[in-house]
């Protein structure tokens, strides 16, 4: 990637932590960059590119800090009932008060991708890559004989990220349900896959 893009791009991304991909304009990210306006247009189509890839990127960061979590987990188990353990812990972490600007971000960022295919097909590689990582974990815990065999790897990785998406849910209900139950509702369901 050119110097100047990926400046830009990381530039965006700070600007979009801090204040939300509405929350700033083109100009905040030209004089924070102090990139040129005719820089920016050479490498975007527009604002809204910028915005878009951006916010790919940021998905990025999280699918990374995901796959890194999910193959040190696999690493460091040493029996079926280690990794139960390990993945309960997991969970319980994934719902714990404080990550749930990250999880909304997350399923926010999935929402915007319905308004734009470039957006939407970018977003995609991202989601296929966690779900390919995730899916060769599951197929590595099925050579261990950690979990049934009789089950495609791809489904027991949607499951994982479609249970993390219940959390976003759980943040905006009136009344919760507490990570201790949400936990052991998974832990439960986990326990018929391994």
Known sequence: MHPTKALLLETA???????GPQGFTVET???TS???????????????DVI??????????????????????LRSSTSRE???????????GAGMPGREVARADRAAILGMARHSKKFADGLAVEQQRVTDVLADIAREMQERGWINKDIDGAVVATFVQAYSMGFVLNDNTTN???????SS????????IL
């Open 13 to 19: 991304v700070s600007l979009i932590d801090e204040f």
């Open 176 to 182: 919760p349900i507490s990570i201790e139950q949400w």
């Open 82 to 92: 280690d990794l139960q353990k390990k993945f309960a812990l997991i969970v319980q």
């Open 185 to 192: 509702f998974i832990s439960m369901m986990l326990s018929k």
């Open 34 to 48: 102090k990139i040129s306006k005719g820089s920016l247009y050479h490498h975007f189509h527009d604002f809204s």
């Open 52 to 73: 878009e890839q951006a916010q790919v990127a940021r998905f990025s960061r999280y699918v990374d800090e995901d796959i890194a979590l999910l193959v040190d987990l």
């Open 29 to 31: 990210l030209l004089e």
